[in-house]
Nanobody, 115 residues
Framework: QVQLVESGGGLVQPGGSLQLSCAASGSIRSDYTMAWYRQGPGKLRELVAQITSGMITFYTDSVKGRFTISRDNAKNTVYLQMNSLKPEDTAVYFC?????????WGQGTQVTVSS
């Protein structure tokens, strides 16, 4: 089993920045692919960014150039640096760990972008 705990969410003004963290524990290994998803009000959950064990990254188009995903395998932690935040980035952000058919979710952290 893998446990994921997100932190770093909060209320921020448009144009501001936040860094989310996802701390993994349990049977996590460095060969897991880690990802951030988000689910906005009345919307489906969507993939925001992903980083493989080989540090290959993927970003959905709406966050390219603004968000950066990174991981520290020594700390079993994945980060999402979010800059130039927009109101449409408001959502609950979830961390996910994938390896083969196994997948684990965190409980989510709320990000609200509003003036």
């Amino acid at each position: 089993q893998v446990q994921l705990v997100e932190s770093g969410g909060g209320l921020v003004q448009p144009g501001g920045s936040l860094q989310l963290s996802c701390a993994a524990s349990g049977s996590i290994r460095s060969d897991y692919t880690m990802a951030w998803y988000r689910q906005g009000p009345g919307k489906l959950r969507e993939l925001v960014a992903q980083i493989t064990s080989g540090m290959i990254t993927f970003y959905t188009d709406s966050v390219k150039g603004r968000f950066t995903i990174s991981r520290d395998n020594a700390k079993n932690t994945v980060y999402l640096q979010m800059n130039s935040l927009k109101p449409e980035d408001t959502a609950v952000y979830f961390c996910r760990a994938n390896h083969g058919l196994a997948g684990y979710w965190g409980q989510g952290t709320q990000v609200t972008v509003s003036s």
